[in-house]
């Protein structure tokens, strides 16, 4: 059974249409409007072997705000669907990833309680070309809430803005891609509560 879901959001602001399929190849078909975000995505599904379809519309005339935040509603929202009930999976998730002169790591847990924690990313530039960098906390967090994880990001050491985020990205594809992952070894849900 592919574990995937789709999504259509529209509001005043943006007109998203968003497709997930967890258990793909890394193929994405990205149209945001938001470049760098573009190329975070591509990285994430690359990364996380996901197959990700991202049709965007939003008022990127003002910043590029609205529609980043919008697309993780949107990526957490369809993850959440496509995980269904959880049974099966690891659950927990942990990657490093070295980028140049950059290391960063994730840590996930789809635990059902959304939780965000970012350590050591205090990006040296403000912008990398058009997209403000506080956009990645409300990227992340954003997702994170959707998909109701716990996400724990740590950038250990980094200089260059664009390789600090790029590794973020890279990790937490890495990290949810075997968070996902389906143990054969696991009777239904990973938890003692019994549901998640």
């Known amino acids: 059974m592919t574990r995937s879901a789709s999504i259509q959001r529209k509001t005043n602001e943006t007109n998203i249409e968003l497709q997930l399929n967890i258990d793909g190849s890394g193929q994405s078909q990205l149209d945001t409007g938001v470049p760098f975000l573009t190329h975070m995505l591509d990285l994430f599904a690359k990364h996380g072997q996901f197959d990700l379809s991202v049709n965007a519309k939003g008022d990127i005339e003002i910043d590029d705000h609205h529609t980043t935040e919008d697309i993780a509603i949107c990526l957490g ?7 269904g009930d959880k049974k099966g999976i690891k659950r927990y998730g942990n990657a490093f990833v070295p980028m140049d002169e950059t290391l960063a790591q994730v840590v996930v847990d789809l635990s059902n309680r959304p939780h965000l924690e970012i350590r050591g990313a205090e990006f ?3 912008k990398v070309g058009t997209f403000d960098t506080e956009l990645v906390h409300e990227f992340l967090w954003k997702f994170c809430l959707e998909a109701r994880m716990n996400l724990h990001v740590i950038v250990h050491y980094g200089q260059n803005t664009h390789h600090m985020i790029e590794a973020i990205f890279k990790a937490m594809a890495r990290a949810l891609d075997e968070a996902t992952t389906i143990d054969p070894r696991v009777k239904g849900v990973p938890s003692s509560k019994g549901m998640l």
């Open 124 to 126: 040296p530039s403000q």
């Open 77 to 83: 929202q369809v993850l959440k669907e496509a995980l």
